[in-house]
Nanobody, 124 residues
Framework: QVQLVESGGGLVQVGDSLRLSCEASGRTSAALSMGWFRQAPGKEREFVAAVNWDGIIKYYGDSVKGRFTISKEDNAKKTVNLQMNSLQPEDTALYLC????????????????WGPGTQVTVST
């Protein structure tokens, strides 16, 4: 079992930046890929970004390409960051960290490990 804890959410203005972090613990392995989804009230969970276990291969949802950057922070590759720039009201959501041994797809999978989420609110 992998435990995930997110941090860094908050209330920001349109155009501001925010950096989210997620730390994995427990039964982690070198093959752990990590990523982010988000879910706004009344909407389906949406893929945001993911990075493969090697920390090199990264991919993004269409709505955040060019504005968000995902990276693995430490040499053990158990912490993932999401740098969010040029935030817009439509980015308001609960941001959930996820992890799996293998590849994260754009479809949320209940077999992945999930954190409780961190709220991001962008006001006008």
């Amino acid at each position: 079992q992998v435990q995930l804890v997110e941090s860094g959410g908050g209330l920001v203005q349109v155009g501001d930046s925010l950096r989210l972090s997620c730390e994995a613990s427990g039964r982690t392995s070198a093959a752990l890929s990590m990523g982010w989804f988000r879910q706004a009230p009344g909407k389906e969970r949406e893929f945001v970004a993911a990075v493969n276990w090697d920390g090199i291969i990264k991919y993004y949802g269409d709505s955040v390409k060019g504005r968000f950057t995902i990276s693995k922070e430490d040499n053990a590759k158990k912490t993932v960051n999401l740098q969010m720039n040029s935030l817009q009201p439509e980015d308001t959501a609960l941001y959930l960290c996820t992890a799996v041994e293998g590849v994260i797809t754009a479809t949320p999978n209940p077999t992945y490990s999930w954190g409780p989420g961190t709220q991001v609110t962008v006001s006008t």
